[in-house]
C-alpha cells in the first residue's frame, strides 16, 4: 500500500469514528484517560 493511500484511510477512519461520536486520544491524553476510566469505575457494584 503506497503512503498516500494509507494517509486517506487514516482520514476515512478518523472521520467515520468522529461521525459515530468516538474519539481517538492522543498520546499526551493516555494520562486524563485513565484517571477518567479509574473514576468512572469507583464504587462501582460488580468490581466491589
Known amino acids: 500500500m503506497c503512503e ?4 486517506t484511510d487514516v482520514k476515512i477512519i ?3 469514528l468522529k461521525n459515530a ?3 481517538i486520544i492522543s498520546k499526551n491524553e493516555i494520562d486524563k ?3 477518567v ?7 462501582y457494584p460488580l468490581h466491589n
Open 4 to 7: 498516500a493511500t494509507r494517509k
Open 21 to 23: 461520536g468516538l474519539h
Open 33 to 35: 484517560l485513565a484517571d
Open 14 to 16: 478518523r472521520e467515520t
Open 37 to 43: 476510566a479509574m473514576d468512572a469505575y469507583e464504587n
